[in-house]
């Protein structure tokens, strides 16, 4: 844990991940208090007055439905921003357990499971979820979150085990065999503190790649569905209006973009704390 | 060698097996079935739902549906597309040379123009030019492809009428219009979603290029290079590049997939006619047999470039073999 808590200090001192932390803090500060501050995202004032362009009332503009575009780009973060971390906790925990399972057993196991991963890394994440979501029911919110949760762990479960082979031949650990350590000290104790480095670069760099995942799901129509806000399905509603009102679309992109590249600026000041040779 | 191969082969093999019947369970654990979804627009009787559950032979036990499956998969036969009534395998026939077309030009634009930049940002690591490219690359690849393709067909397309905003092909031109014109036609037509994609992908092949490159630049020969007195073109280009290009080789096949995904959107939002804007709209209808069709071919694609990523490895690199 503390190694853990080393490589974030690290990765503070690091003037992108500095900048990358500190925008992701207004960002989800925003999520959070944003809504109670803002007017009602679902309000349609003036529903025949059409969309009007950024102005003091409304920064950002009213859409198609006279909705205020910055209420409903602050409603998305909150659901991007959840449905992000939690499909993302779930996949680095798939995956750690996958890979802590296939690294330390090793043999039949192992092959078992990395050929089982090789198949699905085949196959681009997208399209396994076009599929399921184009054939499935009507999918909720949580449904999605799984969905997502559940292809995303194929990549982090071959790093996690990467990890556990390289680790498990350290002195240390062979120290803590020879002096009687039951296995689940050894896994607990041992090999996953020492891959938590890497483990926290993939599931940084996995949040910026939900976000922008979720957004295109929603973007087809397949993912948040109407009428919560989504940054993906508030460009989807632009397109109509994209050349009378192109500022419906542009903000809840440049959210997505700013976003995003936070997320990854924090990435990749945090995987140079863990691997310094590759700054 | 020859060993080598062939354990590589049936591995490659193995792979896409594997693949193949996860995509399989996947559409098979559906909640329902797949025709379940074709009821919601129009309500169907029991019949016509009796009749159709026929037709896609979803009336068979689940282990005869994937025998019939795999035998129409060696047939070449993925079934009939519920959209289109027409057979899978005609209609991603028709639509591969527009995508092919499009990702092989952001092929060339990425490892052109990305393998350079990264060399760049190596030679000056740390400095403003790596810094700033560093930034600019990871704003790329922070844009939804669909957005940034939709922005620049409102500025360039609407506004500035620079370039056509949609299609392949200028529906006006004259039927007798000559070779030269047509394909500087469908030129003009590849600018915009080329570019799109190119933008939001790009990052990947620089951040690789540029670690391979520092890799080599800090090994004793660069040094040595350096030291006889060459050219500073010479040490990076002739003596570094050629090494830190190996690990550019794998990269093809990672980088693959997300070239598939990205045109997904990119051809949606251009109506550029390939199969990532037929994958797109069979989404819409609910079309499995298609999007199972696409999904495999992207799936036999990506194993097969993987497979020559690691024979061009292999032969490159002697030590990859004799490992």
Same mark, same amino acid.
């Given at each position: ?101 296939? +690294? ?44 997502? +949760?559940?292809? +995303? ?61 979720? &957004? ?62 590759? &700054? | ?128 030019? $790596? ?44 039927? $007798? ?147």
């Amino acid at each position: 844990m503390n190694l853990a808590l080393e490589t974030l200090r690290t990765a503070w001192r690091d003037p992108r991940g500095r900048l990358g932390g500190m925008v992701l803090l207004v960002v989800t500060v925003a999520a959070i208090v944003g809504p109670w501050l803002l007017p009602d995202p679902r309000a349609q004032p003036d529903i025949l007055g059409g969309s009007l362009p950024p102005a003091i009332a409304h920064p950002f503009g009213t859409d198609q439905l006279s909705r205020n575009v910055l209420s409903r780009v602050v409603a998305g973060a909150r659901i991007s921003l959840s449905v992000a971390l939690l499909a993302v906790a779930l996949s680095v925990s798939l995956g750690a357990a996958v890979g802590l399972v296939s +690294g330390y057993w090793g043999g039949t196991v192992d092959a078992a499971l990395m050929r089982v991963v090789d198949g699905a890394l085949a196959i681009p994440r997208l399209f396994i979820l076009l599929l399921v979501l184009a054939v499935w029911e009507r999918v909720t919110i949580l449904a999605l979150i799984l969905l997502i +949760g559940a292809t +995303g762990w194929f990549a982090t479960s071959r790093l996690v085990r990467a990890e556990v082979l390289r680790i498990r031949e350290e002195g240390y650990v062979w120290a803590a065999v020879a002096l009687g350590a039951k296995r689940r000290r050894i896994i607990f104790w041992h090999l996953l503190p020492n891959a938590l480095g890497p483990l926290l670069v993939a599931a940084t760099l996995g949040v910026g790649d939900v976000i922008l995942l979720e &957004a295109g799901l929603s973007f087809l129509g397949l993912g948040i569905q109407p009428p919560t806000p989504s940054w993906g399905g508030m460009i989807l509603d632009s397109k109509e209006v994209l050349v009378s009102a192109p500022w419906v679309g542009l903000f809840p992109g440049l959210a997505i973009v700013v976003t995003v590249f936070s997320v990854n600026l924090f990435g990749d000041a945090l995987r140079d704390a863990v691997d310094p040779r590759s &700054a | 060698m020859s060993g080598w191969l062939l354990r590589r082969a049936v591995q490659a093999a193995a792979t896409f097996g594997i693949a193949l019947t996860l995509l399989f369970v996947l559409m098979r654990a559906a909640p329902g079935d797949p025709l379940s979804r074709l009821g919601e627009d129009r309500p169907l009787s029991l019949r016509e739902i009796e009749v159709l559950r026929a037709r896609y032979g979803l009336d068979q036990p689940v282990v005869k549906q994937f025998g019939n499956f795999l035998e129409g998969l060696v047939r070449g036969d993925l079934g009939v597309s519920i959209e289109y009534g027409r057979p899978v395998t005609a209609l991603l026939a028709e639509r591969l040379p527009a995508t092919v077309l499009l990702g092989g030009t952001v092929l060339l634009l990425n490892f052109g123009v990305g393998l350079w930049l990264g060399v760049r940002q190596a030679v000056r690591r740390g400095a403003t030019e $790596d810094r700033w490219l560093t930034a600019l690359s990871l704003t790329g690849y922070a844009m939804p492809s669909f957005w940034l393709g939709l922005v620049l067909a409102w500025l360039v397309g609407v506004e500035l009428r620079l370039l056509p905003a949609a299609g392949m092909q200028d529906p006006l031109l004259s039927s $007798d219009a000559g070779a030269l014109t047509r394909a500087g036609d469908v030129l003009r037509h590849l600018v915009l979603p080329a570019f799109t994609l190119s933008i939001v992908s790009i990052a990947a092949t620089m951040r690789y290029q540029r670690t391979a490159m520092l890799e080599v630049l800090r090994l004793p020969y660069i040094v040595t290079a350096r030291a006889k007195g060459l050219a500073d073109r010479e040490v990076i280009w002739r003596h570094a590049w050629r090494n830190a290009l190996f690990p550019i080789i794998t990269l093809f096949a990672l980088w693959l997939p997300i070239l598939v995904s990205g045109s997904v959107f990119v051809e949606a939002v251009f109506a550029w006619p390939g199969l990532g804007s037929l994958a797109a709209g069979a989404v819409g209808s609910r079309d499995y047999p298609l999007l199972m069709g696409a999904s495999l071919l992207v799936a036999a694609l990506v194993v097969v470039s993987g497979f020559l990523a690691d024979i061009a490895y292999a032969l490159l690199d002697p030590r990859v073999r004799l490992a």
